[in-house]
C-alpha cells in the first residue's frame, strides 16, 4: 500500500502544475480562517462576522465543512489529469509492462484520492478547532465535540466526488474533456430532475429520485448551513418566513454516497481491463 | 534449458480483423530470438498480449514455470515497445527511480545503466527535452533496471537516424555478449539477422516458420553456372536427382538443389559427361531472399 502511494506521489510531486494547485487548495482550506476578519463598520453600523455566531461551537464543524468543500474543485482538475495523463502520456502502458498490475494501478489512483480527502479532513478539523477556540461562545468539551458527523460526512463527501473524477479521467481520457463532462453532467441532474418533476412524476416523487444522482447525493451530505444562523434566522421571522429546515446528516445518504463511490471505481477498473492500449 | 515463455495458439480479434491468428511458439533462456515481419503483421500485438496490456480473444501464454501471474512476471522482464514512454515532466532520475518502485528494485543500479547508455551526463534533464535517440535509450536503461531475464525490444531502432541506430545496436550486441535472452521485433531483416539465432516468421498474424535462423528455409542453396552449351547441361541437370528447380537467366544457368551437394562434386560429374564449365558459383539465398520467398509462396 504504502509502495503504491509512494508511486503516486512520485509522479505528482514532480510535476509542477500539480503541486501549485495541491499547494493552493490547502493555502484556501486555511484562509477560511480569514473570514474571522471580515468586519464593517460603517458609522452606526458594526458588523463583525466572527461575532455573528459562524464559529461557535458545534455549529463551526458545519459552517466550515460546507464552505470548504468548494474549494474541492482544485483537487478535482488534478486528480481528473492525474489520470487522463497517464492516458495521453502512455505511461500507464509503461506502468504496466513494468510490472503494475491492473488493480495496483487503479488502487494506487484511489488510496491517493482517499489520502487527499484524509489530510484535508483532518485541515478542516484542525484549522476549525483553532478558529472555535478563539472566537466560539461555548468552550465546554462535550459541545466542541459534538456534531462531528459532519467531518465524516465531509471526508465520504471527497472520496466520493474525487472517484467520480477518477472515473471521468479514465472514461474520457482527456483532462479538459472530463472536467467539461462534469459540469455537463451536473447540469444534466438538474435537467433530469425537472424533466421527471415536470412530465413523468410528481414534483415530490422527482425529489426523492434526485437524491440518488451521484452529485446531488454529494451535496446532501452537508445541507446549506447559512439558514441556521441566527441572524438569517431574526431577519426571516421579521418578514414572516418560519424556517424549519434539516440540516442533520443520515445514514442513507453515507450509504448513497459510499455506493457511488464503490461503482465508479470498480467501474474504472473494468474499464481499464477491458481497453487494449 | 529453461523455458521463459510459451505461447500456445494466440488469437487476437480486432473486431473483424485477426491480427495474431493461433501462434505458438516458446522461447529458451540464453537465446537471441527475433520476430520478423512487415509492418502490421502482428508483431507489436503479439508482445502487447505478453506483457498485459493487450487483451487475447483466445490461446494461452504462460511466463517461466507458468506458476507466476503475468505482472510479477513482468517484474522479471524489460521491455520496450514502439515508442518511448516516460512522464515528460520528469528528470531521467525521477523516472528510473518511478521504475525502481514499481519493479520493486533497488535505485543502487541507476547510475550503472544510466552510464551503459551513455546518459549519466545528462541525468537531471527532463525527458521531454531528450531527442529521440536519448529517449530509446533512457527506455532501454530502464529496461535493464532490474537486470532482466529476458529483454524485449520492439522496433527499437525505429525513427532513429543512422548514428542513433548504430548506438542502440552496439547496446544490444554488448548485452547479448552477457547471455541476457532477448527477444527482438522488428520488419528489418539485417537487424535480425544480425543480432538473432532463433526466428519466428509473421504474416497478417500467422506464423510462417520459428526455429534458427539458419535452417528458415530447408534450403541447400544453388548453383549459378555457365557453358557453351547450356541446353546440353540444362537437359543433364534435369535428368539428375539431386536438382530441383532449373531457370536460365541472363544466359547463366541456375540450379536449386534439393539435397547436399558441394562444388567440386558437380565440377566431376559434368567433367566426366563431357562438359567445361566457364562459371560455377554455389551460393546460398540471402535471408533477405528467403524471407521473400516464404512470405511470398504462402
Not at chain 1, 447540469?187 to 425537472?194: M, N, T
Amino acid at each position: 500500500m504504502v509502495r503504491l502511494l509512494q508511486i503516486e506521489f512520485i509522479k505528482l510531486w514532480n510535476n509542477r502544475a500539480s503541486k501549485i494547485l495541491i499547494l493552493s487548495y490547502f493555502v484556501l482550506l486555511t484562509s477560511i480562517a480569514l473570514v474571522a476578519a471580515i468586519k464593517f463598520d460603517i458609522g452606526p453600523v458594526k458588523f463583525h462576522l466572527a461575532d455573528q455566531g459562524i464559529f461557535n461551537f458545534p455549529y463551526i464543524w458545519h459552517f466550515n465543512t460546507f464552505i470548504t468543500a468548494i474549494f474541492k474543485l482544485f483537487l478535482a482538475i488534478v486528480i481528473v489529469s492525474m489520470m487522463a495523463n497517464e492516458y495521453s502520456n502512455k505511461t500507464i502502458k509503461q506502468n504496466l509492462i513494468d510490472g503494475l498490475s491492473k488493480k495496483e494501478f487503479i488502487l494506487s489512483k484511489f488510496l491517493t484520492v482517499v489520502s487527499f480527502s484524509l489530510v484535508s479532513t483532518l485541515f478542516v478539523f484542525v484549522v476549525s478547532l483553532l478558529l472555535g477556540l478563539i472566537y466560539s461562545d461555548y468552550n465546554e468539551i462535550s459541545i466542541i465535540f459534538s456534531d462531528l458527523e459532519f467531518l465524516l460526512a465531509f471526508f465520504v463527501k471527497l472520496v466520493g466526488f474525487f472517484s467520480f473524477c477518477l472515473f471521468l479521467g479514465i472514461f474520457v481520457k482527456r483532462s479538459a474533456f472530463a472536467l467539461g463532462f462534469l459540469i455537463l453532467w451536473s447540469i444534466l441532474e438538474q435537467v433530469v430532475f425537472g424533466l421527471l418533476g415536470w412530465k413523468v412524476i410528481s414534483w415530490d416523487a422527482a425529489k426523492i429520485v434526485k437524491d440518488f444522482f451521484p452529485l446531488q447525493s454529494m451535496t446532501n451530505l452537508i445541507k446549506e448551513p447559512f439558514t441556521r444562523l441566527s441572524a438569517v434566522q431574526n431577519i426571516g421571522e421579521q418578514i414572516g418566513e418560519k424556517m424549519n429546515f434539516d440540516y442533520h446528516v443520515y445514514w442513507y445518504e453515507f450509504l448513497i454516497v459510499s455506493f457511488w463511490t464503490a461503482l465508479f471505481v470498480y467501474l474504472s477498473y473494468a474499464l481499464l481491463k477491458k481497453r487494449d492500449l | 534449458m529453461s523455458t521463459i515463455l510459451t505461447v500456445n495458439h494466440l488469437t487476437k480479434n480486432f473486431g473483424y480483423l485477426t491480427a495474431v491468428k493461433d501462434l505458438s511458439f516458446t522461447i529458451e533462456k540464453g537465446n537471441v530470438y527475433g520476430i520478423l515481419g512487415p509492418n502490421g503483421s502482428g508483431k507489436s500485438t503479439t508482445l502487447g498480449i505478453i506483457l498485459n496490456v493487450v487483451n487475447r480473444t483466445s490461446g494461452e501464454f504462460s511466463w517461466f514455470d507458468g506458476n507466476t501471474s503475468t505482472h510479477e512476471a513482468l517484474k522479471k522482464v524489460g521491455a520496450i515497445i514502439e515508442r518511448p514512454n516516460f512522464y515528460p515532466y520528469m528528470t531521467a532520475i525521477q523516472n528510473l527511480k518511478l521504475v525502481c518502485k514499481i519493479k520493486e528494485v533497488s535505485e543502487g543500479k541507476i547510475q550503472e545503466k544510466l552510464e551503459l547508455v551513455g546518459l549519466w551526463e545528462r541525468r537531471n534533464s527532463k525527458f521531454k527535452t531528450y531527442s529521440l535517440g536519448m529517449k530509446q535509450r533512457l527506455a532501454i536503461a530502464s529496461a535493464l533496471l532490474n537486470d532482466p531475464e529476458i529483454l524485449i525490444l520492439d522496433e527499437p531502432t525505429n525513427g532513429l537516424e543512422t548514428q542513433g541506430i548504430l548506438h542502440i545496436r552496439e547496446i544490444i550486441k554488448i548485452l547479448a555478449k552477457k547471455v541476457i535472452t532477448i527477444l527482438l521485433a522488428s520488419h528489418l531483416l539485417d537487424e535480425v539477422e544480425k543480432v538473432c539465432s532463433h526466428v519466428v516468421i509473421l504474416r497478417k498474424g500467422e506464423k510462417l516458420y520459428s526455429g534458427p535462423v539458419d535452417q528458415m528455409l530447408a534450403s541447400y542453396g544453388f548453383f549459378e553456372l555457365r557453358t557453351e552449351d547450356m541446353q546440353k547441361l540444362k537437359s543433364l541437370l534435369q535428368k539428375h536427382l539431386s536438382f530441383g528447380n532449373i531457370k536460365q537467366e541472363n544466359g547463366t544457368l541456375i540450379a536449386y538443389l534439393t539435397e547436399e551437394m558441394n562444388a567440386e562434386t558437380l565440377n566431376r560429374f559434368l567433367f566426366d559427361e563431357g562438359m567445361v564449365l566457364s562459371h560455377l558459383v554455389k551460393r546460398r539465398e540471402s535471408l533477405e531472399e528467403q524471407f521473400l520467398t516464404l512470405t511470398k509462396n504462402n
